[in-house]
């Protein structure tokens, strides 16, 4: 049998594995796990010691086939000069402030890019969870993608305006987004990470047309792919239906989906050998909001429907209980017994 690295990593490059990879993508961290650990939020966020305690009992505790840091999308922001709420024991960190709302002329990457904010600790998090596990079990390292992240440098209203009215500077704010991201995510692999997953819910249809991903996100999300040598996984909140199909098309080898994607064997079949489908456990309705049991029903059904990951369809919300995301992997466990 495969280890779970093995696993995973051959589920994400869609080879045959001896049963699906139960995992989070996404944020993991919940309070029944804080209780247990002592490792608790904000500290988590920026000590390392606790970030790694604590992402490691979503596996040792949780059961979770994959070990999952940090627990927010807004440690590159701070690096690159974002002002970050750092939230509260249930509630996630937040942007507070942007630095270049009005105009990017003096925008400029940080000579010491992975000594700024967080990022020592999250690197640092990452060797001691590698210290202990090496290549058993999978180390997935999560950041924000390049939409979310110039959307956090520029504000959101800033973005959304210059994308119709200053495409120039909307181009601009995008390169470096994605050279920043690529940066971070190399350094992510080099501290350990077995698998980078980038969330990038800015680029969503919500927000964004499908032509804007076609044009200006998808290519940048290719080079990053491209440029990043390790798996990857590409994570759009709401209902990607819409883009599924450039969304295979950026290189990522797996897309992680929420259950707003209602036909989940539609988005297989034009995704085909591209890429894998990971997901797609609602995280508010049935991880938070269910049972054991409904947990069960809903993976048991993702895997009837062709996911090759099972997962939670988003971040699991800190206040759920630990009972449902033990069931993930008991569905899946049943399922192939």
Known sequence: MKNMNERLVNALKGEEVDKKPAVSVTQTAI??????????????????????????????????????????????????????????????????????????????????????????AV????????????????????????????????SPKSFMKWSIKKPENFDAIMDFATDACIEYAKGMVDNGADVICVADPVASPDLLSPNDFDNRIKP????????????????ICGNVTPIIDMMADTGFDG??????????????????????????????????????????????????????????GCGIAPNSPLVNVQALVEARNEYYS
């Open 255 to 312: 897309l992680s989906l929420e259950e707003k994607v209602k036909d989940l064997k539609g988005a297989k079949e034009t995704v085909g050998d591209r890429a894998c489908i990971v997901g797609n456990i609602s995280s508010p309705f049935t991880i938070l909001g269910g049972t054991p049991d409904k947990v069960k029903e809903d993976a048991k059904k993702a895997m009837d429907d062709g996911v090759d990951v099972l997962a939670p």
């Open 31 to 120: 309070v029944d796990l804080m209780d247990a650990t002592g490792a608790e939020w904000p500290d988590a966020h920026s000590d390392p010691e606790k970030m790694a305690t604590l992402s490691m009992a979503s596996h040792e505790q949780g059961s979770l086939e994959a070990i999952r840091n940090p627990f927010c999308l807004t440690v590159l922001a701070e690096a690159l000069g974002c002002g970050v709420n750092m939230g509260t024991k249930n509630r996630q960190p937040s942007i507070t402030d942007h630095p270049y709302p009005k105009d990017i002329s003096d925008l400029k990457m940080p000579d010491d890019l992975f000594s700024n904010g967080r990022i020592p």
């Open 220 to 235: 940048r999300l290719q080079r990053f792919a491209e440029e990043v040598k390790a798996p990857t996984v590409l994570h």
């Open 123 to 154: 690197f640092e998090s990452s060797r001691i969870i590698k210290d202990k596990y090496k290549d058993e079990v999978p180390l997935i390292s999560g950041l924000e993608g390049p939409a979310t992240l110039a959307s956090d440098l520029v």
